[in-house]
């Protein structure tokens, strides 16, 4: 399987935490790209950078049909453009908020999620209403830390205060599961889950380990409906390759 993972933002660094964390759980038949969407957004923190940057996934996703790509990770909490992608795409589309959460679901019987900035956290509230898991969710709260100030824990000493906050939350919500709600925090899973004892859920790991699991098992998105290709008010800008 070839897999492209689209960061939503056009942050260098954070495509290569992406990277790195997707590396460490890949198939060894699995071959990947881990690309920016290029929509000029430096980092996706609430509703108008998601509205932005899903123009540059939807690009990445267009041209990815067209070199082959049999199924794509969008590298976002908020799961930017997802709908849209499983429209243009032939193979799976998973987001790693979407993937994050039903992990978390198979895990325990409650989950809190750590997010970077409280301004993400409605986008993120009305996701999980709208996958019908707000009912396992014991809170959403934020590091109040803009994405892209999330530095290498050895420069700044960010691992404490992340585990102390991590602590917080889960104690706090009664949590049997904590979720990493932002790609920037990846690095930090294996970590969390040692320190708290307790499953930390990370999208990006799982959102891989689910998209090679529905191609290994032959499943791709329904084109039945909602996901059509071919609707009759398509337009020109996002073509599906002939």
């Known amino acids: 399987m070839n897999l492209l993972i689209i960061n939503p933002n056009d942050s260098e660094a954070m495509r290569q935490q992406i990277e790195t964390s997707c590396r460490e759980v890949q198939g060894c038949r699995t071959l990947l790209d881990v690309v920016c969407a290029g929509a000029g957004v430096p980092s996706v923190e609430g509703f108008a950078d998601g ?11 267009r041209e990815g049909e067209g070199r082959g790509y049999t199924g794509y990770l969008i590298a976002c909490a ?3 453009g997802v709908h849209a ?4 795409a032939r193979g799976p589309v998973v987001g790693i ?3 994050a959460y039903h992990t978390a679901a198979l895990l325990g019987h409650g989950f809190s999620v750590l997010t970077a900035q409280r301004k993400s956290i409605p986008v993120l509230e009305q996701n999980l209403r709208a996958y019908g898991l707000e009912h396992l969710t014991r809170g959403i709260e934020a590091m109040e830390m803009p994405v892209l100030s999330l530095p290498d824990a050895s420069e700044t000493g960010l691992t ?9 939350v889960t104690r706090r ?18 970590m969390l889950q040692a320190e708290l004892g307790l499953p ?6 799982n959102g891989l380990v689910m998209l090679e699991g529905l191609l290994r098992a032959g499943l791709a998105t329904s084109k039945v409906n909602g996901y059509r290709a071919d609707g009759p008010n398509r337009g020109s800008r996002f073509p599906m390759p002939s």
């Open 51 to 61: 509205a932005l940057a899903q123009v540059g996934v939807l690009e990445r996703v």
């Open 78 to 80: 908020d799961d930017t």
């Open 85 to 88: 992608a499983r429209e243009l």
């Open 97 to 99: 908020g979407e993937a």
């Open 160 to 168: 404490s205060s992340l585990l102390e906050r991590a602590r917080q």
């Open 173 to 190: 919500h009664r949590s049997e599961v904590l979720v990493l709600g932002c790609a920037g925090l990846s690095p930090y899973q294996p």
């Open 200 to 205: 930390v859920v990370d999208g990006v790991r």
